[in-house]
RNA sequence: GGAGUUGUAGCUCAGCUGGCUAGAGCGUCUCAUUUACACUGAGAAGGUCACAGGUUCGAGUCCUGUCAACUCCACCA
């Protein structure tokens, strides 16, 4: 992040004269048709990767291009606050200072929150303009500003009224590095080699045993039962007897239950509620209690009595070492199997019982799967992929124990409800503000807000309509929306693309995008993501510096193929830039030619009329600019921008550099007018994809109008 | 367990609704030697388009199956 962009200084001349000359922005009184692409707001964490360089660089070009076809064009951008990643990092930074939350307090640790997003926003700011993005910088938007904490408010309040929302203990998927519950899009997996301990439980009263497999001993403690599968012969004479806890003498009921797998161990399960998803239902439906063994900071409760305190592996290595004491271990077996860790800090989650919010997901995602046809996804695909998710939605757990983010609008009395209960005979308040009011029940102002943030896709979900200034129903709303291009990595498709859809069809009533671009994943050569612990990442920040703007841009469309991944390293990153620098040195030499090496005679004659054509070369290269003409515009259209960039690259360089411009030079002066005509077409063709040069030399050339931006789309 | 994607030159990949001797960039080899441009030009070598069937006048492209690689979702006591 303290790195420094270099940028050249013809890119940073033009790119200033671009944006004081106001042709970014957009213009919701002009009469032109709109046409609006949404940037996906990069996360607030230093740089840019190469995967959001591409992102910058196919959303560019489609906003050059319709610009040029005479659209009144918004290319809206904006930063999001990223909720656990900002927080993860600040207090990272606090903690070598000898800092933390608790130490600072809400407001504190908030004051310097903001005082780093601005160090940071600053800094960040200068290098994502680097690309030549001709977004319209005045209508920023950052996801914590007041527009959009309106919005969200409103959001929140309609899921309220709507009845959408609850709070509740539910068991939840708990990261206890990051200290916040996260949902189950935000794991990933680790295959891990664990053991598996087949443990006895004595029954009351008999000699008898009943075995189960646990790869979790520690969380013995907090068994409250005990399934056996449906009908299993080996235990039928077991049903409605109670096993003795090994490890604290509990009394576990035993019963039978379909959830339980047969094959799996020994057919019996151990039942904690607190500690297992599956067990928290299975024990909700039997009308078990549910205990906790681990608290929320990964360590042992009072539960576990003399384990108390200790990490989760360390006391599973106490609480086996006492089974074995007792001799209530049968057997250990390997077993490998899928650790689910958070996807940000690679901590192991802890299923636990947790107050959360929850949104009811089915009736939007219904409504969305009716609109889904309205949509252009490419690759077309996806339109299944996310179908089949929104027809398999589960309720969004939307709050998040942290402070950086949209606190939850809810107040509750203190005195009157000091367990910050909810419901419509509750005392409590849903508002953005410390409510006014008095409580109904003591007709006092005891209002606490809750403690609790909004999950960052929240905020994200609603950012098509937040910035246009939703829910007031402006001018930019009207124009705008739904916004014509919206592009993404797939790998956000459910926790924020989803989200868009159903947000949008939920408040607005109409889908948020008419085309929905899903680029591939950039990956290195062994087909890994990039990322910086494996410190596989190419920087699109040294690539610009090395190769240019331009350069690097031309490399990237390469890789914009709809849906593919591609493979590549910094060698060939390098290699593909280099080729598209050489092709702009080849636009250098070919203007030189043209204009510099002009013949003494037609010196001050300006060719811009190109009449009837007799020569053969000048009627065939006539006619390849025309089919190239019609080649980038529809592949353009089709958003195919490998197909596009191909087609001026080998009409430029091997058709009229390397054929026509080699031919001319045996009738120079005659050649002229079709030489300046070819070129200075070329580069408006070119301009969408490199902006910087295509201006330079066409400023050089004859031409009429102030800017190669504010030409018109060249037609066949 | 469910869904999806990919398999084309040494490498990274294009190839649209099926249509002439299958393309690009890089790499390799030969030639050109100061040309608007060596950040160049001309040319060459290199592919049974994973495999096996099928549809068709015609398949890299469509269908079925097999093999391989990858991704996503669910589950994992």
């Not at 609850?166 to 206890?176: L, N, R, S, T, V």
């Not at 192991?348 to 947790?354: A, D």
């Not at 910050?420 to 005392?427: A, E, P, Q, R």
């Not at 929240?458 to 309509?465: D, K, Y």
């Amino acid at each position: 992040m303290d790195k420094v962009y270099k940028q050249q200084a013809v890119e940073e001349k033009w790119y200033k004269f671009w944006e004081e000359s106001g042709f970014f922005k957009a213009d919701p009184d002009s009469d032109k048709k709109p046409y609006s692409l949404l940037m996906p707001p990069p996360n607030l964490t230093g740089e840019l990767h190469l995967g959001q360089a591409m992102q910058h660089a196919i959303l560019d070009a489609i906003a050059r291009f319709k610009r040029m076809q005479g659209f009144d064009v918004l290319l809206l951008p904006g930063v999001d606050h990223a909720g656990i990643q900002f927080e993860g990092t600040l207090n990272k930074i606090l903690s070598k200072e000898g800092l933390t939350k608790g130490k600072l307090g809400r407001e504190k640790w908030l004051e310097r929150a903001w005082k780093y997003k601005e160090e940071v926003y600053q800094s960040f700011h200068k290098t994502w303009t680097a690309f030549g993005l001709s977004a319209d910088w005045s209508r920023e938007v950052f996801t914590l500003e007041p527009k959009v904490r309106k919005a969200v408010f409103e959001e929140f309040k309609k899921f309220w009224e709507e009845e959408l929302l609850y709070k509740g203990a539910y068991i939840i998927q708990w990261c206890p590095k990051c200290g916040t519950a996260i949902e189950d899009l935000e794991m990933e997996y680790q295959e891990r080699k664990e053991k598996l301990f087949f443990v006895r439980y004595q029954i009351k009263n008999t000699n008898d045993f009943i075995a189960i497999a646990t790869g979790r001993p520690e969380t013995i403690y907090a068994d409250t039962g005990i399934a056996v599968y449906l009908n299993h012969p080996k235990f039928a004479k077991l049903i409605s007897k109670n096993a003795i806890n090994p490890l604290n003498g509990n009394e576990l009921p035993i019963f039978e239950d379909k959830r339980v797998d047969k094959k799996f161990g020994t057919g019996a399960l151990k039942i904690t509620p607190g500690h297992d998803p599956l067990d928290f239902e299975i024990g909700k439906d039997h009308h078990l209690p549910t205990l906790h063994a681990v608290d929320k900071t990964g360590r042992m409760t009072e539960l576990t009595q003399d384990l108390v305190g200790l990490k989760i592996e360390e006391a599973r290595q106490k609480s086996v070492e006492k089974l074995e004491q007792l001799g209530a271990i049968e057997k250990t077996e390997d077993y490998i199997h899928s650790v689910p860790v958070c996807e940000r800090c690679k901590t192991t989650v802890e299923p636990l019982i947790s107050e959360e919010w929850f949104v009811k997901m089915k009736p939007l995602a219904e409504k969305a799967l009716k609109n889904m046809d309205k949509i252009n996804f490419l690759p077309k695909n996806y339109k299944k992929i996310l179908s089949d998710w929104l027809k398999e939605i589960h309720d969004w757990s939307i709050s998040r124990s942290l402070w950086w983010g949209h606190r939850i609008p809810v107040w509750y009395c203190q005195k009157c409800n000091p367990n910050h209960l909810v419901g419509k005979d509750k005392d409590m308040v849903i508002s953005i503000e410390q409510p006014d009011k008095n409580c109904q029940t003591c007709g006092q102002k005891h209002w606490v807000q809750d403690e609790q943030v909004l999950d960052t896709w929240f905020s994200s979900g609603l950012w098509p309509m937040a910035t246009l200034g939703w829910s007031d129903n402006t001018q930019e709303l009207k124009k705008y929306y739904p916004w014509d291009f919206e592009t993404s990595a797939p790998e956000i498709k459910f926790l924020w693309i989803a989200r868009m859809i159903m947000l949008g069809l939920w408040f607005k009533d109409e889908i948020p995008f008419k085309n929905m671009f899903f680029h591939g994943m950039l990956r290195d050569l062994q087909g890994r993501k990039f990322s910086k612990s494996l410190g596989n990442g190419i920087s699109p920040y040294d690539l610009v510096e090395k190769w240019g703007v331009d350069a690097t841009r031309m490399a990237l469309y390469g890789y914009s193929i709809p849906g593919r991944d591609g493979r590549t390293s910094r060698q060939l990153m390098d290699e593909r830039c280099k080729n598209f620098r050489n092709f702009g040195t080849k636009l250098k030499n070919i203007y030189r030619f043209i204009i510099e090496l002009k013949p003494q005679a037609i010196k001050n004659k300006h060719a811009t009329a190109v009449g009837n054509l007799k020569n053969t070369d000048d009627k065939k290269i006539m006619e390849e600019l025309n089919k190239t003409i019609q080649s980038v515009t529809k592949n353009l259209e089709g958003f195919k921008l490998h197909l596009a960039t191909d087609a001026l690259y080998e009409f430029i360089w091997h058709k009229f550099a390397d054929v026509y411009i080699e031919k001319s030079k045996a009738r120079r002066a005659e050649a002229q007018p079709i030489l300046e005509y070819v070129f200075r077409i070329s580069l408006e063709l070119l301009h969408p994809f490199m902006p910087f040069i295509t201006e330079e030399l066409w400023q050089k050339l004859p031409h009429k109008g102030k800017s190669i931006m504010l030409t018109k789309w060249p037609r066949a």
